[in-house]
């Protein structure tokens, strides 16, 4: 199919995953190393590679139904009849996937979505936030950029992205702790860490968000105009987006006391893209590019598709470092 990706454009994607992939393990082993020097020498850098190894290479290789059960979601099985499936299906013939993704819905009002597994086993996950302020031609946006990801075989790299920020925010809770014995120390004249261990630690979590913030341009344009290209409406996606910036935050809000976080929580369609705008602009001057025709679905009314009611579904941190 012309409109999706050659095979030299698919290669040349798959080389700068790679690439990525490799940088943010890097970037993430100098946090690791230099943290863990400063607070147990070389038994604690050798540690770090151990279990920095441990996660990269197992995290990104979860079943992506184990990965869902993390966020409570609720699979909704392929054989219901509602807008959500047949637009899934229509999307997943149109690129052209081995087999169509599984559907899960979070029951969360967070507007988010996300993927996970691999181009032969994969999964879309959608929160209940999103399928009600969104209509069905913006959710065929952000379902076709998902679809996207899974063809080109982006989950790897996200994945890695995914276990980095998670891991990191752990290590911004260490760093509250420390920070605790630093003050109680201090009246006994004393200190318990350096303070420059405390501040690298808080601040991991900002430097992973930089550093994916670099590296992602690229990958998430390929998404955006394959997108519009399956669901032949660029401004159906444009105007997803432009509802998706009315709810994320900025990358300085990892800042935010007690832990850094984002108000989209990780994984998310906007972890690490490049700026709203220029996403928009892009797709606006695809007009004359080739797509395919329209996807028409009527707008039925959204009711849950879970069964679950707004205080279920209430944003909250839940364990292991999963906001939704």
């Known amino acids: 199919m012309d409109i999706l990706l050659d095979p030299h454009a698919q290669s040349e994607h798959h080389r700068r995953n790679f690439i990525q992939s490799i940088a943010l393990i890097a970037g993430m082993g100098l946090i690791l190393a230099l943290a863990t020097w400063m607070m147990w020498g070389l038994a604690g850098v050798i540690g770090a590679i151990v279990v920095l190894t441990g996660l990269v290479f197992l995290g990104p290789h979860l079943p992506?139904?184990?990965?869902?059960?993390?966020?409570?979601?609720?699979k909704i099985a392929p054989d219901v009849d509602n807008q959500l499936n047949a637009l899934l299906n229509v999307l997943a013939h149109r690129a052209e996937l081995?087999?169509?993704?599984?559907?899960?819905?979070?029951p969360s009002l967070t507007i988010n979505a996300f993927a996970a597994g691999s181009a032969s086993h994969s999964a879309v996950a959608v929160t209940e936030g999103l399928l009600r302020r969104m209509s069905m031609r913006e959710i065929s946006g952000v379902l076709a950029h998902e679809l996207s990801h899974i063809r080109n075989n982006d989950l790897w790299v996200l994945g890695i992205a995914d276990i980095v920020t998670r891991f990191l925010q752990i290590l911004s809770y260490v760093a509250l702790g420390l920070a605790l014995m630093?003050?109680?120390?201090?009246?006994?004249?004393?200190?318990?860490v350096s303070w420059w261990l405390v501040a690298l630690l808080y601040l991991s979590p900002?430097?992973?968000?930089?550093?994916?913030?670099?590296?992602?341009?690229?990958?998430?344009?390929d998404a955006d105009l394959e997108a519009a290209a399956l669901t032949g409406d660029p401004t159906g996606l444009a105007g997803a987006l432009k509802?998706?910036?009315?709810?994320?935050?900025?990358?300085?809000?990892?800042?935010?006391f007690p832990v850094p976080a984002r108000r989209v929580p990780q994984p998310s369609l906007l972890r690490s893209?490049?700026?709203t705008e220029a996403r928009i602009d892009r797709l606006m001057a695809m007009s004359d590019l080739p797509r395919l025709d329209p996807i028409i679905i009527a707008e039925e009314p959204m009711v849950s598709l879970v069964g679950f009611g707004p205080i279920e579904m209430r944003p909250r941190y839940r364990w292991p470092g999963l906001w939704f």
Request: glycine residues 6%; hydrophobic residues 40%.
């Open 64 to 74: 992506p139904g184990a990965v869902m059960r993390l966020y409570r979601a609720q």
């Open 98 to 106: 081995p087999n169509r993704p599984d559907l899960y819905v979070i």
């Open 182 to 192: 630093n003050i109680v120390a201090a009246i006994d004249g004393h200190q318990y």
């Open 206 to 221: 900002l430097a992973s968000s930089l550093l994916q913030l670099g590296l992602s341009r690229a990958r998430e344009f």
């Open 243 to 256: 509802n998706l910036e009315q709810h994320t935050g900025h990358f300085w809000e990892d800042l935010m």
């Open 273 to 275: 893209h490049p700026t």
